[in-house]
């Protein structure tokens, strides 16, 4: 018998949506484009981090959401 996604490791709905959360804040906090580079970015270090066993919202928004520094200008 095959197994389910979710017993195959795959994201379940709840963690979707809470990934989805997280990143909507990184990308509002990063001022950060849903589509752009830097969204992609964002988007592959939550799923790194959740599959290395993050899975606390709080965290995972502490990790990705904080706001770079843009370089200066000489």
Do not use: W
Request: with cysteine; aromatic share 4%; charged share 30%.
């Amino acid at each position: 018998m095959s197994k389910s996604v979710y017993d195959r490791g795959l994201l379940k709905p709840a963690d979707i949506a809470r990934l989805q959360r997280v990143f909507d804040e990184a990308c509002l906090r990063r001022a950060a484009r849903p589509d752009s580079p830097e969204a992609r970015e964002i988007a592959l270090t939550l799923l790194a981090l959740h599959n290395a066993g993050m899975v606390d919202e709080e965290m995972l928004t502490d990790a990705v959401g904080f706001r770079r520094l843009e370089p200066k200008s000489a």
